[in-house]
């Protein structure tokens, strides 16, 4: 884990980026349709990725700027009310405070995608916004929890330990 205020912010660099990558992988192919084809997203093909790269390089701002304001301050207050450390196993105080994180950042994140693809760029109604935004939580929520803790935050520590290999070591 980050020691440092240097690491805190690679560390948190590298989880918006692979966090928003992922869900872009996954909004581009519904976007595409391959949701709804016979095989479901296996059909995908690699142009998904060339188009959730484009717009994660963007999203992945919006996700480091929300999740250092509050989204990972709410995330730890979360933990901290739920898991004792002195006591609970470290990995099960990690995963709540993933929980407790994507619990804020993925309506906060939905709703900044309704208002910039949906309102901005889609020229859709903004009286529909609160409809928007309840549809795009229900569609990412169940992605972003399992994306968040079986592949961005594992990537993230994987990646952030062979960066700052003396992090992963306790201090003594």
């Given amino acids: 884990m980050p020691r440092t205020k240097k690491q805190g912010i690679v560390f948190g660099l590298l989880m918006s980026y692979f966090m928003a990558y992922g869900m872009e992988v996954y909004n581009v192919a519904i976007k ?4 709804l084809n016979v095989g479901g997203f296996s059909t995908m093909t690699n142009g998904v990725f060339l188009g959730a790269a484009i717009e994660a390089s963007y999203m992945g701002a919006f996700v480091f700027i929300t999740s250092s304001l509050w989204g990972n301050r709410i995330g730890a207050a979360f933990a901290k ?12 105080c990690r995963v709540m405070r993933q929980a407790g994180t994507v619990a804020i950042m993925c309506p906060t994140m939905s709703l900044i995608a309704s208002i910039l693809f949906n309102i901005i760029l889609a020229h859709q109604n903004v009286i529909n916004l609160p409809a928007i ?7 990412n929520l169940p992605m972003a929890f399992f ?11 994987l990646v952030f330990e ?9 201090a003594h």
């Fill in 162 to 170: 062979h960066l700052f290999p003396q992090s992963a070591k306790p």
């Fill in 32 to 35: 595409r349709g391959f949701n």
């Fill in 133 to 139: 935004w309840i549809g795009t939580l229900i569609k």
């Fill in 81 to 92: 009310r739920h898991t004792d450390p002195q006591k609970d196993n470290p990995y099960f």
């Fill in 147 to 157: 994306w968040n803790m079986f592949g961005a935050a594992p990537l993230t520590h």
